[in-house]
């Protein structure tokens, strides 16, 4: 399938809005049913870079948001219509550089499917931690062309 991958727009707010909480709510079983809300994406994100994933019709199918300054990817969710298709292959290749450029990321140890995926796209365990959402790896992208 090919994917159009586009900067984010105001425009794409809502839906990128509902992606987000339906991926966490689907995701983070382990959280408390009322943990999320349609407004910890504004939150969340403010001062990133924002990249969506839109199938053949237009819609929504995926993003990514990224912290520049540190290379650092903050936030990388698929529609579940859209899981393991190459939405979120295609969403870290459209990052600044990428592969050259080496990328960092949490991602929580519970999250099992994505450690998986993240690993299959070349990133490495360089670290991990505990945050209020339990305990991470820190992962890096291999930098290499």
């Known amino acids: 399938m090919t994917w159009t991958i586009r900067p984010a727009t105001d425009a794409d707010r809502p839906a990128l809005r509902a992606l ?6 689907r995701t983070y079983v382990w959280q408390p049913a009322g943990s999320f809300a349609l407004a910890d994406f504004d939150a969340q994100t403010d001062g990133e870079r924002l990249v969506a994933a839109f199938d053949s019709a237009g819609r929504l199918a995926g993003f990514v948001s990224l912290w520049e300054p540190d290379n650092f990817i903050h936030h990388l969710y698929v529609d579940a219509a859209w899981l393991r298709r190459g ?3 295609a969403l870290l290749r ?16 519970l ?3 994505a450690l998986a995926f993240y690993r ?7 670290g991990s931690g505990v945050s209020e959402d339990g305990e991470y790896v820190l992962l890096e992208s ?4």
């Open 94 to 109: 459209a990052l600044p550089g990428w592969p050259a450029t080496p990328y960092r990321l949490k991602c929580l140890r």
């Open 142 to 145: 291999g930098g290499a062309a």
């Open 120 to 126: 299959a796209c070349g990133f490495t365990a360089i």
């Open 87 to 89: 939405v979120g292959q």
């Open 20 to 25: 987000f909480l339906a991926s966490r709510q």
């Open 111 to 113: 999250n099992v499917g």
